[in-house]
């Protein structure tokens, strides 16, 4: 199996259908918790899990409340109200994946995925 994933309640079908299909793991938050759960308590879940936490909201992004170093890693993917960029976004995460295959390079830092780069804070 590849990465694990605790998938936010924002992260469509097919993002989780794509991840799945490359050999992840990926948890849906509504298997585990009420979807309106508070980001807190959607995090700790995710560190639970020993899971990556991959979402939509901008407010895991935020280093300051969420210390990269504290988690298993964070994916933040950066739509900006724009859905027709989710197949770049898809392209350009699942290439860094393949790239990257375990877990441990994704300790401690949060990944913000954007059409034309991925940047990486630690």
């Given at each position: 199996m590849g990465l694990r994933f605790l998938a936010d309640h924002c992260i469509s079908n097919l993002i989780?259908?794509?991840?799945?299909?490359?050999?992840?793991?990926?948890?849906?938050l509504r298997d585990c918790l009420p979807v309106e759960s508070p980001d807190a308590i959607v995090i700790a879940k995710?560190?639970?899990l020993d899971a990556?936490?991959?979402?939509?909201?901008?407010d895991?992004?935020?280093?300051?409340?969420?210390?990269?170093?504290?988690y298993k890693g964070i994916v933040a993917l950066q739509?900006?109200?724009?859905?027709?960029?989710?197949?770049q976004l898809l392209v350009r995460l699942t290439a860094y994946l393949e790239l990257h295959p375990t877990m441990?390079?994704?300790?401690?830092?949060?990944?913000?995925v954007e059409v034309d780069r991925i940047r990486i804070r630690a």
């Open positions: 989780i259908q794509t991840l799945r299909d490359r050999r992840h793991e990926v948890v849906r995710a560190r639970e990556m936490l991959l979402s939509l909201n901008g895991f992004a935020d280093i300051v409340t969420y210390p990269p170093e504290n739509m900006r109200n724009h859905p027709e960029v989710l197949g441990e390079h994704y300790q401690g830092k949060l990944l913000v």
